[in-house]
Nanobody, 119 residues
């Protein structure tokens, strides 16, 4: 059974950092494209970061230079390090297994999400 579980969200002040974790089970995360999405109140869900099987990463313009995606294959876990957080980063963050494209229509599995609030 495939499962994704995020953790690490919370409430921080602008300029602070958080690291989100996503533990995968039921498949080997290192062999697939993993992505992070976020959804703010009243807005559509957007892809913000992703990491490919060979370690190549993708970032949305809005987080480029501030967020870093990484993975620990031994732990079957992917991470999202978020630095210099802004109030506009406030959202529910979800990890997802995607089919090569960081878009909602290409998601195979979603995690339940973790709330990030920046004030």
């Amino acid at each position: 059974q495939v499962q994704l579980v995020e953790s690490g969200g919370g409430s921080v002040q602008a300029g602070e950092s958080l690291r989100l974790s996503c533990v995968a089970s039921g498949f080997t995360s290192s062999s697939v494209y993993m992505a992070w999405f976020r959804q703010a109140p009243g807005k559509e869900r957007e892809g913000v970061a992703a990491i490919a099987t060979i370690g190549r990463t993708y970032y949305a313009d809005s987080v480029q230079g501030r967020f870093t995606a990484s993975r620990d294959n031994a732990q079957n876990t992917v991470y999202l390090q978020m630095n210099s957080l802004k109030p506009d980063d406030t959202a529910v963050y979800s990890c997802a297994r995607v089919r090569g494209v960081v878009a909602v229509g290409f998601v195979d599995y979603w995690g339940p999400g973790t709330q990030v609030t920046v004030s």
